[in-house]
């Protein structure tokens, strides 16, 4: 696909991203002023003070793409927002700054889900890397997006046709990594820390529970959570340390045995409900994204997963598959293409679905 050139906003959470991204595939720029530092004192996001620096950031984040990309307004074919879901004053800030440059600058405004964007970073090239290198993921095929706020297996049988095979019907996978971290004592993202700590366990032998949830391709997440406050407490009793002390944290051997234990049931279910879904639909490819993704276990676990079935496992760089304003470019050129456009009476839409069942 060539053009168009697009510059495209993301602002749905934690981090403000603005990047410019030509045929929806090429970066140009793609800068990202995160918040993690700013809400991990709270141990988790406050929407009122995300708003707040989405609002402090937007524009010092828009000067950087500008520069990083040596473009200017008269080089770009329209603006692509995310619109949802997210947290409303957070997608206002977004969606309010793209109209006002559609207005100024005369240019199309063009709507996106955000849990597409994490889908279309998949197609994503980066600046100065040869595309031909890297195959466009073809269909049918199956997509699993796990991030901080969702999770979800889809079908694509085709560009923005998508079939929500299954959900989570509680916590997002990336929330249990957080929940489950702050009772471990890691810290605030939790996902990246157990991760870490896992890498170093070495017996390997704690199991956590696995919600298969019959047959279908539905995910749970809570009943984990709570399997896990059990056994992290029943390990601090062993060590001779109250469940109510704050203070002491469990000795590094025993965080990381659970830390693996905990990400090796997340992981196998995501990973087995996945496959099974390529399985069925007989899917060409695999495609992996959200924050999740940038899980080195759970890519290993798909990549083995997918060799079997013989197709590739398509997953972005890490910085790719966590908030970022390209893959919002790489899926609102799909939208500019088919000729959709977005009024100035664009509104913020929380709970926007992917797409029905
Ligand atoms: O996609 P994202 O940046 O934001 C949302 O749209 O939610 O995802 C953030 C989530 C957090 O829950 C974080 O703990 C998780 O992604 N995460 C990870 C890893 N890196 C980030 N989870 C597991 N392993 C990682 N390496
Ligand atoms: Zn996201």
Redesign the pocket.
């Known amino acids: 696909m060539s053009g168009p050139l697009l510059l495209a906003i993301e602002s749905?959470?934690?981090?403000t991203g603005i990047a410019i991204v030509e045929g929806g595939r090429m970066i140009r720029a793609n800068v990202v002023a995160s918040q993690v530092a700013l809400h991990a004192p709270s141990g988790g996001i406050v929407p009122e003070v995300a708003a707040r620096a989405h609002l402090r950031w937007i524009v010092p984040t828009l000067e950087e793409a500008w520069a990083d990309a040596g473009a200017t307004w008269n080089d770009i074919d329209g603006i692509a927002v995310t619109y949802g879901p997210?947290l409303a004053g957070s997608l206002l800030v977004g969606i309010n700054f793209a109209k006002a440059l559609a207005w100024v600058h005369d240019k199309p405004l063009i709507g996106v889900n955000?849990l597409e964007g994490?889908v279309y970073a998949a197609w994503l090239v980066d600046p100065g890397e040869d595309a031909a290198t890297r195959p466009e993921p073809e269909f049918p095929l199956i997509a699993l997006v796990?991030?901080?706020?969702?999770t979800f297996i889809a079908e694509m049988r085709d560009h923005l046709s998508y079939r929500l095979l299954g959900t989570t019907v509680d916590d997002?996978?990336?929330?249990a990594?957080?929940k489950v971290?702050r009772l471990l004592g890691l810290g605030y993202?939790?996902?990246?820390a157990?991760?870490k700590a896992a890498e170093g366990a070495t017996r390997r032998d704690t199991v956590f529970p696995r919600a298969w949830m019959g047959d279908t391709y539905d995910l749970s997440f809570s009943g984990l959570k709570t399997a896990a406050r059990r056994i992290v407490d029943a390990a601090r009793l062993e060590e001779g340390l109250s469940p109510d002390d704050k203070e002491t944290a469990l000795s590094e051997a025993t965080t990381a045995e659970l830390a693996w234990g905990f990400?090796d049931s997340v992981v196998d279910v995501l990973a087995s409900k996945t496959a099974r879904a390529a399985r069925e639909i007989g899917a060409r490819s695999i495609v992996l994204g959200?924050?999740?993704a940038?899980?080195?276990v759970?890519r290993d676990r798909l990549r083995g997963e997918a060799a079997t079935l013989g197709v590739p496992l398509i997953v972005p760089r890490?910085a790719l598959?966590?908030?970022n304003g390209a893959m919002i470019g790489a899926a609102g050129a799909r939208r500019y293409r088919v000729g959709e456009r977005a009024g100035l009476e664009l509104d913020a839409r929380p709970s926007l679905p992917l797409a029905l069942r």
């Open positions: 749905s959470c934690d981090e997210g955000h994490h796990v991030s901080g706020g969702h997002a996978a990336g929330e990594f957080d971290g993202p939790g996902g990246p157990i991760q990400q959200g924050g999740v940038a899980n080195a759970l890490p598959c966590t908030d």
